[in-house]
């Protein structure tokens, strides 16, 4: 068979001839763009997995490696695309203007999720709250769940899935309960005008005294607060552990009542007297001052 007969065969044959370096350049630069490519998604994978482990073997925040180990991975994936086409002969200089560009339309459109990307980046940077911990983030408390990029997860005391996104979080006040190892229980009682002070004092560090729970060597507040209308008002400020904080306040509050009622100290209630005055006149009141 002649190639005479297929004219378009026999000048790419000529082409061919013609273009030999170009030809055998541009497969090398392809065989070394996907090389370049395949070696960048390994090293991407190996790295990420050893900084992972490097993060979890120095006991950090499981929500931080995760984060840090999965940007690092993107950002090696990213150059590797960028060396594959640089290899290929392709602008790269204009491809990261289009790029740029780009994301400046994608972000002007996406406001709101870029908002809660960057507070989500601050929030596992700063890590003012960490999965397991017990916090109130604006209207919301309960046990923190999870800290994603874009939102975080809580569970309230009575077992509900919230989930708040990261930018109201960094907006609002963040009030972490579990951080520090002692909190302070706060109780305000009232008593009686008549009651003495110290009678009430010795009976209350009593039952203070008797609670292993309490951290005495944190010291306590008994005092006089308020001259309320009825009532003398004290405040009673105890120290304990953490884990132990809503057993200590609800026992210490069984305990000073049922205190108070074994030496008679009276609590009393807000009381109201009402005096009714008889303004009703006689029937025959008119005629007696006519007369």
């Excluded at 596992?124 to 923190?144: F, H, K, M, N, Q």
């Excluded at 008797?210 to 006089?224: A, E, F, T, Y």
């Amino acid at each position: 068979m002649k190639f005479e007969a297929f004219p378009g065969i026999r000048q790419l044959i000529h082409w061919i001839i013609n273009n030999e370096s170009t030809i055998v350049q541009g497969v090398f630069n392809l065989i070394g763009a996907v090389f370049l490519l395949c070696a960048g998604v390994f090293i991407a994978r190996i790295a990420s997995a050893g900084f992972k482990r490097l993060l979890l073997s120095r006991q950090v925040d499981k929500t931080v490696t995760q984060f840090c180990s999965a940007l690092l991975r993107y950002a090696m994936l990213a150059f590797a695309v960028v060396a594959a086409l640089g290899r290929l002969g392709v602008e790269t200089s204009s491809i990261i203007a289009v790029i740029g560009a780009a994301g400046l339309a994608v972000g002007l459109a996406l406001q709101g999720s870029l908002s809660n990307f960057a507070a989500g980046v601050l929030l596992v940077t700063l890590r003012p709250i960490r999965a397991g911990e017990y916090a109130s983030v604006g209207a919301v408390a309960g046990t923190i769940e999870e800290v994603h990029i874009f939102s975080t997860t809580l569970r309230t005391s009575d077992n509900k899935m919230v989930v708040v996104p990261n930018g109201k979080i960094i907006a609002s006040e963040i009030t972490n309960f579990s951080r520090q190892p002692h909190r302070r229980v706060d109780i305000t009682l009232g008593v009686a005008y008549n009651t003495s002070i110290e009678h009430l004092k010795s009976v209350i560090k009593t039952v203070i005294t008797l609670d292993p729970r309490i951290l005495h060597d944190k010291g306590q507040v008994i005092r006089l607060n308020e001259f309320a209308p009825s009532s003398l008002n004290f405040v009673v400020r105890v120290w304990t552990e953490n884990k132990n904080y809503w057993d200590v306040y609800y026992d210490l509050m069984e305990n000073i009542k049922n205190a108070l009622d074994a030496n008679q100290i009276a609590m009393p209630y807000p009381q109201m007297d009402i005096h009714l005055n008889d303004l009703r006149q006689p029937a025959n009141a008119k005629e007696l001052t006519h007369s």
